[in-house]
């Protein structure tokens, strides 16, 4: 599976949109991206997945770039409940169920 | 519509004495992970199972650990003669399919159980 980079940290106002970027530069063209979140040592959330469109859910909108070297996940309109750690991951579709969590983006957002 | 639970929540040993860790699955999975998290370290995958089968222990430790998912019952993470090391969050997570067409298995995760070894 391709590896991912992601930002250590990131802050964000309340209100605002929180951008996190994603880059994984080596994916192949069956690899889909995948978001995370963990907040405060919880279990992990699914947030959004896609292949190479974009995508929006009722959480939030992925945007991957047309070569698929890098994604940004977009929370419309932040809050301080969606302070977490986000972990971008890119993996195969079937057969697949290894997952690997880097140390992801630690977001911060701010009253 | 319960999600994935996991008990204890939390758990505390002595040296050499054993945990055991549940996870009931989604009502509807059958494939169930272990995942641990030592302290301000990202999810290390442990085992997948499915029902009465071990698919994948690659990330197990090869001592002291095993895993179980019975035909009744919830899967049982085991350790035994636990060690200080051992101390870490482990998660449990299920899924409905092992993937497909319309992308990866979305893994649905409990609250972890949290292992402190005196």
């Known amino acids: 599976d391709a590896k991912t980079t992601q930002p250590t940290s990131m802050d964000c106002a309340e209100g605002r949109a929180a951008n996190l970027p994603c880059n994984h530069s080596?994916?192949?063209?069956?690899?889909?991206v995948y978001w995370y979140r963990q907040i405060h040592s919880q279990g992990p959330q699914y947030i959004i997945h896609?292949?190479?469109n974009n995508e929006t859910n009722e959480m939030a909108s992925l945007i991957i770039t047309e070569d698929r070297k890098s994604s940004t996940l977009i929370l419309p309109h932040a809050t301080l409940r969606d302070t977490a750690v986000y972990y971008c991951i890119v993996i195969k579709a079937s057969g697949t169920y290894k997952y690997i969590f880097g140390t992801g983006t630690r977001l911060k957002v701010l009253a | 519509n319960a999600g994935v639970m996991q008990n204890p929540r939390h758990l505390v040993r002595r040296r050499g004495q054993e945990a055991r860790l549940r996870c009931s699955p989604m009502?509807?999975?059958?494939?169930v992970y272990w995942y641990r998290q030592l302290p301000e370290e990202g999810l290390k995958f442990m085992v997948y199972?499915?029902?009465?089968?071990?698919?994948?222990e690659s990330g197990m430790p090869k001592e002291r650990f095993s895993a179980e998912f019975p035909k009744e019952g919830p899967s049982i993470l085991r350790i035994q003669q636990v060690v200080r090391g051992d101390s870490a969050a482990y998660f449990c997570a299920s899924s409905s399919t092992s993937g497909g067409s319309s992308g990866a298995n979305v893994l649905t995760f409990g609250a972890g159980s949290r292992l402190t070894v005196l």
């Open positions: 896609g292949l190479k």
């Open positions: 009502k509807g999975h059958s494939h």
């Open positions: 080596t994916i192949s063209g069956n690899e889909y």
């Open positions: 199972l499915q029902k009465e089968n071990i698919i994948d």
